[in-house]
C-alpha cells in the first residue's frame, strides 16, 4: 500500500525518519532502511536536516524506492531557489518518488555549514503551491510542461492550541496552498493535542503526531530551548529530574504507566554505557513496586548482556534479543489483550 | 541612513603597505553620525596609524579632509586638490563613496575604512538597528508598518516559520518573531485580513544589480 492509499484509508498511518549520513559510507542507513522499511507506512528523509550537510533525500528516497521501500522526499527552501526546487520536483516524480513534505528551513546558522547563503527564494506555502501548479502543467514563470508531476504533498505544523492565530492563519494557507498532511512537532502534552486535534478536525487534512525518546530532565530542558515547536511541560521535566540517582528506567516505567493510554511498555536496551545488569535490576524493582498493569517486554543486549538476562530469568521476566522479536512480541500482547 | 562600522586599524595598516603619504577622507553624513567616519572618526584613525607606524619606526605623512557627502560629485570634485599630493586614500565613507571617489581619482589607491552594513535607525545612544533592506518592492502597506525581509532572517512573505520558538525567532532567542510582530500591529488596527491572503513569491528580476534609477523627469536628459 502506498503513502496516500494509506493516508487516504483512514487507518493509524506510521511514518519515521532515516537519517542521512555526511558522507559517501551509507552503510548504517541502507541498515535501517532494510530493518524499517516493510514496518512503516512512510519513510521520511529529511533534506539537509538541521542546516546540517548530508546524503541528498531525493538520493535517499531513491534508494529506498529500489529496496521496495515508500520513501517521503523532504524539500526546503533553504538550500535551493525556485529553478532548483521545480527541477528537483520534475526530477522525483521521474524516479516515481511522489511523497513529499515542503519545509522553509532551519536557518542556515543553525547547522554545520554556517557561513552559507541562505536562500529562501520561496517559503512552505509558496513551495506547496508551486507543487500544485507544476501538478497543472505550468511553471512558476508561466512555461508550459512537457509532462505534469503529481504527488502527495505535506507540511509541518506545532501542534499547540494555545498556539496564537497567527499561526493557526498559517496552517489555513498551508492546507489552502495544497497541503494534504501534516507532520506534527514532537508532542509531550496529550491533553494539549487532542484539543488541537478537536481544532483540525475541522479540515479535511491527516495529522501525523511525531515521538521522539527522552533520556533526562537535560535533555528535555536543552530541546525546550533549542528544538523549534517542541514544547516539554514542566510536570515532565520536573518528573525526570525527580529520578533517584542508578532509578532511572523505574522513573520511566512510572511515568509511561501514568498515562492511560500506554497499552503496553517495550524496554530496549543496546547497552554501551549503559549495563545490562543495570537494567535489569531496574525492571526487577520497577515490577517489584507493582505498578506495572500493562504487559511489559524487554529487549537486552550489550555490555554484561549475560548477568543482565540472569537477573530477568531469576525474576521470571522474559526478555529477546532482537528488536523484531520484540517488537512482534509486544504487538501479539497488545492485541490479546484488546 | 547608512550604516557602517571602521574596519580594524590593523586590516587598514596592512591595506596602507608601501605607501608614505596617506591621505584620510571622512564623510559628513551617515558614517558621521553612526559614529564610523565623519570628522572625528577621521582624527581618531589618523592619530592611531600615526603612532602605530611610528612604533614600526616608519615615518609616513598622514593627511585629514572631510567632506559634506562623497556620494555627491558636487562634493567630491573639491577634494582634487587635497588628493594630488598623497599616494593613497583611506575613504571612511560607506561603500559608496569609496567607490565614487575611485572612479574619479582613476590614478590614485583608494581604500576602504569602514566597513558598510546596513540601512538603518538610530535606536538610542549609540545603538543602530536595520530597517530596510531596500528590496525595490515594499510590502509595508500589508505587513503593517513592519518588514518581513528585513525582521524575518529568512524573509518570508507567508510567516510564521516552523521553527518559531515561544514566539521568538529561531536565529535569536531573545528577539520577537518577525511575523508575531506583525500579527499583533495587524491585530490592533483591524486588518488581519491582510495576512489571511496568500504572498506570491517575490519577483527578484527587480533586484537585478546593479540597481540605478532615472527619475522621470530627467530621462531625456540621461539619453543625451
Known amino acids: 500500500m502506498s503513502f496516500k492509499e494509506a493516508l487516504d484509508s483512514g487507518k493509524f498511518v506510521v511514518t519515521t525518519q532515516v537519517g542521512a549520513p555526511r558522507g559517501t559510507n551509507i552503510d548504517k542507513m541502507i541498515q535501517h532502511i532494510d530493518l524499517l522499511k516493510d514496518k512503516v507506512d512512510g519513510l521520511i528523509i529529511a533534506?539537509?536536516?538541521?542546516?546540517?550537510?548530508?546524503?541528498?533525500?531525493?538520493?535517499?528516497?531513491?534508494?529506498?524506492?529500489?529496496?521496495?521501500?515508500?520513501?517521503?522526499?523532504?524539500?526546503?527552501?533553504?538550500?535551493?531557489?525556485?529553478?532548483?526546487?521545480?527541477?528537483?520536483?520534475?526530477?522525483?516524480?521521474?524516479?516515481?518518488?511522489?511523497?513529499?513534505?515542503?519545509?522553509?528551513?532551519?536557518?542556515?546558522?543553525?547547522?554545520?555549514?554556517?557561513?552559507?547563503?541562505?536562500?529562501f527564494d520561496l517559503d512552505a506555502v509558496q513551495l506547496l503551491q508551486t507543487v500544485r501548479l507544476l501538478e497543472q502543467g505550468k511553471d512558476l514563470g508561466g512555461n508550459?510542461?512537457?509532462?505534469?508531476?503529481?504527488?502527495?504533498?505535506?507540511?509541518?505544523?506545532?501542534?499547540d492550541p494555545d498556539t496564537k492565530e497567527l499561526q493557526l492563519i498559517n496552517l489555513e494557507k498551508k492546507i489552502q496552498a495544497g497541503a494534504e498532511f501534516f507532520l506534527a512537532c514532537a508532542t509531550y502534552n496529550m491533553e494539549k493535542f487532542k484539543q488541537f486535534m478537536s481544532y483540525t478536525q475541522t479540515f479535511r487534512v491527516k495529522i501525523i503526531a511525531a515521538?521522539?525518546?527522552?533520556?533526562?530532565?537535560?535533555?528535555?530542558?536543552?530541546?525546550?530551548?533549542?528544538?523549534?515547536?517542541?514544547?516539554?511541560?514542566?510536570?515532565?521535566?520536573?518528573?525526570?529530574?525527580?529520578?533517584?540517582?542508578?532509578?532511572?528506567?523505574?522513573?520511566?516505567?512510572?511515568?509511561?504507566?501514568?498515562?492511560?493510554?500506554?497499552?503496553?511498555?517495550?524496554?530496549?536496551?543496546?547497552?554501551?554505557?549503559?549495563?545490562?545488569?543495570?537494567?535489569?535490576?531496574?525492571?526487577?524493582?520497577?515490577?517489584?513496586?507493582?505498578?506495572?498493569?500493562?504487559?511489559?517486554?524487554?529487549?537486552?543486549?550489550?555490555?554484561?548482556?549475560?548477568?543482565?538476562?540472569?537477573?530477568?530469568?531469576k525474576a521470571?521476566?522474559?526478555?529477546?534479543?532482537?528488536?523484531?522479536?520484540?517488537?512482534?512480541?509486544?504487538?501479539?500482547?497488545?492485541?490479546e489483550g484488546a | 541612513m547608512i550604516v557602517a562600522q571602521r574596519k580594524p586599524v590593523e586590516e587598514i595598516k596592512r591595506s596602507l603597505e608601501g605607501y608614505e603619504k596617506i591621505l584620510i577622507v571622512g564623510c559628513g553624513t551617515c558614517v558621521a553620525v553612526c559614529l564610523a567616519g565623519g570628522e572625528k572618526e577621521v582624527g581618531i584613525l589618523a592619530s592611531l596609524l600615526k603612532m602605530s607606524f611610528r612604533m614600526d619606526g616608519k615615518e609616513v605623512?598622514?593627511?585629514?579632509?572631510?567632506?559634506?557627502?562623497?556620494?555627491?560629485?558636487?562634493?567630491?570634485?573639491?577634494?582634487?586638490?587635497?588628493?594630488?599630493?598623497?599616494?593613497?586614500?583611506?575613504?571612511?565613507?560607506?561603500?559608496?563613496?569609496?567607490?565614487?571617489?575611485?572612479?574619479?581619482?582613476?590614478?590614485?589607491?583608494?581604500?576602504?575604512?569602514?566597513?558598510?552594513?546596513?540601512?538603518?535607525?538610530?535606536?538610542?545612544?549609540?545603538?543602530?538597528?536595520?530597517r530596510c533592506r531596500a528590496c525595490g518592492d515594499c510590502v509595508l502597506a500589508k505587513t503593517g508598518g513592519i518588514c518581513p525581509i528585513t525582521f524575518c532572517p529568512k524573509g518570508i512573505l507567508n510567516g510564521p516559520c516552523d521553527e518559531i520558538n515561544n514566539e521568538k525567532c529561531e536565529v535569536d532567542k531573545e528577539r520577537d518573531c518577525a511575523w508575531i510582530l506583525i500579527y499583533q500591529k495587524l491585530e490592533k488596527i483591524g486588518r488581519l485580513d491582510n495576512i489571511r491572503k496568500m504572498f506570491p513569491a517575490r519577483n527578484y528580476q527587480i533586484n537585478t544589480r546593479p540597481a540605478r534609477l532615472i527619475h522621470e523627469a530627467y530621462q531625456k536628459y540621461e539619453v543625451e
Open chain 1, 47 to 119: 533534506d539537509n536536516q538541521s542546516a546540517e550537510m548530508g546524503v541528498p533525500s531525493l538520493v535517499a528516497c531513491h534508494l529506498i524506492k529500489e529496496r521496495g521501500g515508500e520513501s517521503i522526499l523532504q524539500l526546503t527552501c533553504r538550500d535551493k531557489n525556485r529553478l532548483a526546487l521545480q527541477s528537483e520536483l520534475i526530477g522525483a516524480c521521474l524516479l516515481g518518488i511522489n511523497n513529499l513534505i515542503c519545509i522553509t528551513g532551519d536557518y542556515v546558522t543553525r547547522g554545520n555549514n554556517i557561513e552559507a547563503k541562505p536562500v
Open chain 2, 61 to 130: 605623512e598622514i593627511g585629514e579632509v572631510t567632506v559634506e557627502r562623497q556620494c555627491d560629485k558636487e562634493f567630491v570634485h573639491p577634494l582634487e586638490e587635497n588628493i594630488k599630493d598623497y599616494q593613497a586614500v583611506v575613504s571612511l565613507a560607506c561603500g559608496v563613496g569609496v567607490q565614487f571617489l575611485s572612479e574619479m581619482y582613476d590614478d590614485k589607491v583608494i581604500l576602504p575604512g569602514v566597513n558598510t552594513t546596513f540601512m538603518g535607525s538610530n535606536e538610542g545612544e549609540g545603538v543602530w538597528q536595520e
Open chain 1, 211 to 313: 515521538v521522539l525518546l527522552l533520556a533526562s530532565a537535560e535533555m528535555a530542558r536543552y530541546w525546550n530551548d533549542t528544538v523549534p515547536g517542541i514544547s516539554i511541560t514542566q510536570e515532565l521535566i520536573d518528573d525526570l529530574a525527580g529520578a533517584k540517582r542508578d532509578m532511572a528506567l523505574e522513573k520511566g516505567i512510572e511515568i509511561a504507566v501514568k498515562y492511560d493510554k500506554v497499552k503496553a511498555i517495550l524496554v530496549n536496551v543496546m547497552g554501551g554505557i549503559t549495563r545490562c545488569d543495570e537494567v535489569a535490576n531496574g525492571i526487577v524493582s520497577a515490577r517489584g513496586d507493582g505498578n506495572i498493569t500493562v504487559p511489559l517486554v524487554i529487549r537486552m543486549v550489550g555490555t554484561n548482556e549475560k548477568e543482565g538476562q540472569e537477573i530477568l530469568a
Open chain 1, 316 to 335: 521470571g521476566i522474559p526478555f529477546l534479543k532482537t528488536m523484531e522479536e520484540a517488537a512482534q512480541k509486544v504487538v501479539s500482547l497488545v492485541q
Open chain 1, 144 to 159: 508550459e510542461l512537457s509532462g505534469a508531476v503529481k504527488f502527495c504533498t505535506g507540511a509541518m505544523l506545532i501542534p
